[in-house]
């Protein structure tokens, strides 16, 4: 039994009425009294008011207007009335701006979790779940038969490891460290074993999804800046580094041997007992401090596969690292008292059917747009010449490669233009002397629109205007000591070449 002065529902505490017409019968019926959201704070402190001051009558407008009364009704005072649902309003406003109510009839008894009595949202409600409240508190045969099945699989667990297992884990962890997963059997039992199995591949699954759609790249994982020699470099895209190196997201790398490391103290004591000072290899080019290297893939496997990593930090399109062995690498540095720092790199076959003189070429970011690239794409070409073949880079080109070898390719143009004198000219003959592709010399002739085809014969234009153009660019440039010296080169080709 409640107290007096509870409300039938248990969820408010008083109500009020007023009546202009009949306030005495309101006591009795409470049928018309006036419908108004009373709170539970609201109600208390309209009861605590009551008592302290005397109840305000609305001002009257006619002289036969009723006095409005206000009275607390207790559960002794009302007659048996039936139980009215609580209503949740739900607003919608209109489009003339005015808003209405929606009321959805949903009783406040029970829970969803099954675990309380009464509910006060709609997310809680039962019969929003099309459910009862009994059926939130006792749960189905369905359930209680996968309970009772999943404490008998549980009980299956072992009490604990033996002392070979232990040895076994220990092992494991010492010999792979954080790079594999703990051995889990015996941990737990079978059935949360498998359960931890099921959410993992479907937490990779999920990340495959989002990796696909866009959502996630595959650089979310990746190192943002490497620090090298006396630069800190900001990286473009993702490389294949270890993954417990690649979370860190950022590396320290010794410019010399390119070993990367997790922190600078590490580094520094390196640093501090590294003999290298140049890339390993044969030094066949030294003009002033520029120098280049020529290292074997296969000699040098791990400085060549870390050259690799380090390059696909700042290309797009290179997809070798590991597989270095088929192909030579020729390192230009540039030497000071510390040491042969790192410009940049060209890769080539050894054997390669298509005469590709590039397969992946690079200038470190500190390097660009100090005519580093042109120098590494000559020098490409004077190994071309050496070899008396005709070379190509390897397709598909990055976009600043392209951009490289177009330039390049102009220039080399424009200047056998400017010193050629004859009259009738053959791009076999452009190819021989400047061992460049016929078909790059066609496709710059047509980019430079000097290749023209006119009564059945195609004719090369020699536009002056581009050549003047070229040679009032040459003498502006002073950086003309970069500028690969064919006499400075001591190389022979490789033997199966």
């Known amino acids: 039994q409640r107290n007096a002065g509870s409300s039938s529902d248990g969820t408010e505490d008083s109500d009020f009425s007023t009546d202009p017409e009949h306030t005495d019968s309101s006591e009795s019926d409470g049928t018309s009294r006036r419908s108004a959201r009373v709170t539970r704070s609201s109600a208390r402190l309209s009861q605590s008011s009551q008592d302290s001051s005397p109840v305000r009558n609305p001002p009257s407008f006619g002289a036969e207007e009723p006095v409005y009364s206000t009275r607390r009704v207790t559960r002794s005072q009302q007659q048996p009335a039936p139980v009215t649902p609580k209503k949740y309003p739900l607003r919608q406003t209109r489009s003339s701006g005015s808003e209405t109510e929606q009321v959805v009839d949903f009783s406040d008894r029970g829970h969803l979790t099954g675990k309380h009595e009464r509910h006060f949202s709609i997310s809680g409600c039962p019969l929003y779940h099309n459910l009862s409240a009994d059926e939130c508190k006792a749960p189905t045969e369905r359930q209680l038969r996968y309970k009772e099945k999943v404490a008998e699989l549980r009980k299956k667990r072992n009490s604990g490891l033996s002392k070979e297992q232990k040895e076994k884990y220990t092992e494991h962890r010492q010999t792979y460290g954080n790079t594999r997963e703990p051995l889990l059997e015996n941990l737990t039992s079978e059935y949360d074993l498998e359960l931890f199995r099921r959410a993992q591949a479907r937490a990779s699954e999920d990340l495959e999804k989002l990796r696909l759609q866009g959502q996630i790249t595959e650089g979310s994982n990746m190192i943002k800046t490497i620090a090298f020699g006396r630069y800190e470099l900001d990286t473009w895209y993702h490389s294949p580094y270890p993954e417990e190196y690649a979370r860190l997201g950022?590396?320290?790398?010794?410019?010399?041997?390119?070993?990367?490391?997790?922190?600078?103290?590490?580094?520094?004591?390196?640093?501090?007992?590294?003999?290298?000072?140049?890339?390993?290899?044969?030094?066949?080019?030294?003009?002033?401090?520029?120098?280049?290297?020529?290292?074997?893939?296969?000699?040098?496997?791990?400085?060549?596969?870390?050259?690799?990593?380090?390059?696909?930090?700042?290309?797009?399109?290179?997809?070798?690292?590991?597989?270095?062995?088929?192909?030579?690498?020729?390192?230009?540095?540039?030497?000071?008292?510390?040491?042969?720092?790192?410009?940049?790199?060209?890769?080539?076959?050894?054997?390669?059917?298509?005469?590709?003189?590039?397969?992946?070429?690079?200038?470190?970011?500190?390097?660009?747009?100090?005519?580093?690239?042109?120098?590494?794409?000559?020098?490409?070409?004077?190994?071309?010449?050496?070899?008396?073949?005709?070379?190509?880079?390897?397709?598909?080109?990055?976009?600043?490669?392209l951009i490289s070898y177009r330039s390049y390719w102009k220039e080399v143009l424009l200047r056998y233009l400017h010193n050629f004198q004859g009259k009738e000219i053959s791009i076999k003959e452009i190819s021989q002397e400047t061992a460049v592709n016929p078909v790059d010399i066609v496709s710059t002739l047509q980019a430079l629109q000097m290749l023209k085809y006119w009564k059945g014969k195609h004719l090369v234009l020699k536009r002056q205007d581009l050549i003047d153009e070229w040679i009032a660019k040459e003498a502006k440039r002073s950086n003309s000591n970069k500028i690969m010296d064919p006499s400075c080169l001591k190389w022979t080709p490789p033997k199966g070449t």
């Not at 410009?343 to 747009?369: A, D, H, W």
């Open 250 to 401: 950022r590396l320290y790398m010794c410019e010399f041997c390119l070993k990367y490391m997790k922190s600078q103290t590490i580094l520094r004591r390196h640093m501090a007992k590294c003999v290298w000072k140049h890339p390993p290899g044969d030094e066949i080019y030294r003009k002033g401090s520029i120098s280049v290297f020529e290292v074997d893939g296969k000699k040098n496997k791990i400085y060549c596969q870390n050259l690799c990593l380090l390059a696909k930090l700042f290309l797009d399109h290179k997809t070798l690292y590991y597989d270095v062995e088929p192909f030579l690498f020729y390192v230009m540095t540039e030497a000071d008292n510390t040491g042969c720092h790192l410009i940049g790199y060209f890769s080539k076959e050894k054997n390669s059917f298509l005469n590709y003189n590039v397969s992946c070429i690079l200038t470190m970011p500190q390097y660009m747009r100090q005519g580093y690239g042109k120098m590494l794409i000559d020098f490409s070409y004077l190994l071309s010449k050496v070899e008396e073949k005709v070379g190509s880079p390897e397709r598909p080109l990055s976009d600043l490669g």
